[in-house]
C-alpha cells in the first residue's frame, strides 16, 4: 500500500523551496556588501564634486 501524504504540507514545502530558490538567486544578482555599497557611494560623490568643480560659470562678464 502506498504511503498517505497530506497534499497540504507537500503543496506549501514545494512553494518554500521555489521561493528560497529565488532569494538565492536575488542574492547573487543583486546583493552587495555594505563595504561595496559604501564604496559606490563615496565614488559616486567624488565624481560629483569633481565634475562640479569643472562646471563653468554662468555670470556673463
Do not use: C, H, W, Y
Not at 6 to 29: G, P, S, T, Y
Amino acid at each position: 500500500m502506498a504511503e498517505i501524504i497530506n497534499l497540504n504540507k507537500f503543496r506549501k514545502a514545494r512553494a518554500r523551496a521555489d521561493e528560497k530558490a529565488q532569494a538565492e538567486e536575488n542574492a547573487v544578482k543583486f546583493g552587495r556588501t555594505k563595504a561595496q555599497k559604501k564604496l559606490e557611494a563615496a565614488q559616486t560623490e567624488k565624481s560629483e564634486r569633481d565634475l562640479d568643480g569643472k562646471e563653468r560659470s554662468k555670470d556673463p562678464e
